[in-house]
T-cell receptor, first 112, second 114 residues
Framework: KAGVTQTPRYLIKTRGQQVTLSCSPISGHRSVSWYQQTPGQGLQFLFEYFSETQRNKGNFPGRFSGRQFSNSRSEMNVSTLELGDSALYLC???????????FGPGTRLTVL | GQQLNQSPQSMFIQEGEDVSMNCTSSSIFNTWLWYKQEPGEGPVLLIALYKAGELTSNGRLTAQFGITRKDSFLNISASIPSDVGIYFCAGPPAGGTSYGKLTFGQGTILTVHP
């Protein structure tokens, strides 16, 4: 079975721009979670989608949003980028049992 | 919010040595997960624990779910250079709405000297 894939792997943007990141979960997994990883804050939960519905959300500003499509693929969007948004953005998928999550390789976002 | 305290923060060991790291929480967890992350990659799930007192092995790795449900331990035996990486404990917060949300420890950076 193919693992979780994320595109693009690397992205450079400037302040004020917006960005869209994509995630394809493991086949059959319907839950997709997004995390932000930074050296200072570690891994922080952004939001989770299941069957195209956001079921849970972390403590991030409204500039961070996401969606899930009927094929379980998910995208997250960050608008009005700030320097502090530079991070590794990780997507994880789960079959929903026991909360085991399987991560993709991440998208490294650099905001200049 | 709930936090996981992971220790030690870093370890420098010689190849062949055994490694122990642990994770504690002020709240109970119903599941404990251990991940390893290498540079430029996402975390890889190593071991999942579901019951208090459970002891589970995956090759040279052994993890235990503490009986208080507030801690977990990971041991690596006979370390090798490819064990280098950052090890994270994680779990879904008990109670309330925790769909898809894992809380992570700060990570243990493991360096293995040949």
């Amino acid at each position: 079975k193919a693992g979780v894939t994320q595109t693009p792997r690397y992205l450079i943007k400037t302040r004020g721009q917006q960005v869209t990141l994509s995630c394809s979960p493991i086949s059959g997994h319907r839950s997709v979670s997004w995390y932000q990883q930074t050296p200072g804050q570690g891994l922080q939960f952004l939001f989770e989608y299941f069957s195209e519905t956001q079921r849970n959300k972390g403590n991030f500003p409204g500039r961070f949003s996401g969606r899930q499509f009927s094929n379980s693929r998910s995208e997250m969007n960050v608008s009005t980028l700030e320097l502090g948004d530079s991070a590794l953005y990780l997507c994880a998928s789960s079959a929903g049992q026991h909360n085991e999550q399987f991560f993709g390789p991440g998208t490294r976002l650099t905001v200049l | 919010g709930q936090q996981l305290n992971q220790s030690p923060q870093s370890m420098f060991i010689q190849e062949g040595e055994d490694v122990s790291m642990n994770c504690t929480s002020s709240s109970i967890f119903n599941t404990w997960l251990w991940y390893k992350q290498e540079p430029g990659e996402g975390p890889v799930l190593l071991i999942a624990l579901y019951k208090a007192g459970e002891l589970t092995s995956n090759g040279r790795l052994t993890a235990q779910f503490g009986i208080t449900r507030k801690d977990s331990f990971l041991n690596i035996s006979a370390s090798i250079p490819s064990d280098v990486g950052i090890y994270f404990c994680a779990g879904p917060p008990a109670g309330g709405t925790s769909y898809g949300k894992l809380t992570f420890g700060q990570g243990t950076i493991l360096t293995v000297h040949p």
